[in-house]
């Protein structure tokens, strides 16, 4: 990974702060950067290493709206030969910064309280490929990248502990005590898209079950309308919108005026809740696939 500049890490913003302003921009703009959709341009990863983004930083990038969600660094630039075109605005990205042992014990015995050092949010910059110049044709996108996630259907058929799906009412909803997901019959959606994005939803707040990833918005089973409740429906919103970017269908949402001025409300009350919200959707989408968890970049 690559490290911040001397500049970044001496001015060390509130990057927490940082990142919900950016959010809050494109709320105040009349767009939901977690309803994006992302199917022609792909999932947002690094363009040497071939690594998707991932949890807020997938949000971040995804919602700049590039032909190719294709990113580096200025120094993966400068080390294939490109060059960033002169006056391009790079896009900020966050990871965790966890001392060495050895820094923690020293810091640990220079203090008086005894307490050691805790990791902490940093950020660097990274550029599109649109903003660069002379990168060597073998990196270039030749069209729109490969799906490297399975259809839909496949998604929900080799989640791990899958509840059951039932459709026997008109309307979707989790039950945490008896673990299913019911939902409304197929042909009660006026696309396919609309189905998914429903089923998505629902699968991802299962994810939160006690016998799963026990996340207490879910295992507390929280009141309609709380902080707990309202974090919890952000983390199946994210969720979903990761889902149907992988499965490469294009989700179907209503961006009502009430829907973004509430959530504006709630991201100004707490600076952390969109980065806390990305990563446990990420943690939800990595246990649906089965992906093998690796260390977040946030």
């Known amino acids: 990974m690559e490290t ?6 001496k001015t060390r913003p509130d ?28 999932m947002p990863r690094n363009l040497i290493s071939g690594k998707p983004y991932r949890g807020i930083n997938s949000l971040l990038l995804g919602m700049e709206g590039y032909e190719h969600n ?30 060495p042992e050895k820094q923690e014990d020293e810091r640990t015995e220079a203090t008086e309280e005894g307490k050691k050092s805790h990791p902490s949010l940093w950020y660097y910059t990274v550029f599109n490929v649109s903003q660069c110049d002379n990168l060597p044709e073998r990196y270039l996108p030749a069209g729109r990248q490969p799906d490297r996630i399975p259809a839909a259907d496949a998604i929900i058929r080799n989640m791990p502990k899958c509840p059951r799906v039932r459709h026997k009412e008109q ?33 991802v707040h299962s994810t939160g079950h006690d016998s799963r990833l026990a996340r207490d918005g879910v295992v507390e089973m929280s009141e309609f309308g709380d902080e707990m409740y309202s974090k919890e429906e952000l983390v199946a919103e994210i969720g979903t919108c990761y889902l149907l970017a992988l499965a490469n269908i294009e989700g179907e949402f209503a961006n009502s005026a009430a829907y973004i001025q509430g959530w504006l409300g709630k991201l100004r009350n707490d600076k952390r809740l969109i980065v806390k919200a990305a990563g446990q959707a990420q943690k939800a989408v990595d246990y649906i696939l089965n992906a093998r968890s690796e260390k977040d970049e946030a």
């Open 15 to 42: 990057v927490y702060a940082l990142v919900t302003d950016k959010i809050i921009e494109r709320l105040n703009a009349g767009t939901v950067p977690w309803r994006k959709p992302w199917k022609d341009a792909g």
């Open 4 to 9: 911040a500049t001397a500049n970044e890490a």
């Open 70 to 99: 294709l990113f580096l660094s200025f120094d993966q630039v400068k080390k294939i030969g490109g060059k960033v075109r002169r006056g391009s605005k790079g896009h900020s990205i966050v990871y965790w910064n966890v001392p």
């Open 171 to 203: 309307r979707a909803y989790y039950h945490v005590i008896e673990d299913y997901v019911n939902m409304p019959k197929r042909r009660s959606f006026r696309t396919e898209a609309g189905y998914y994005s429903t089923l998505f939803h629902e699968l």
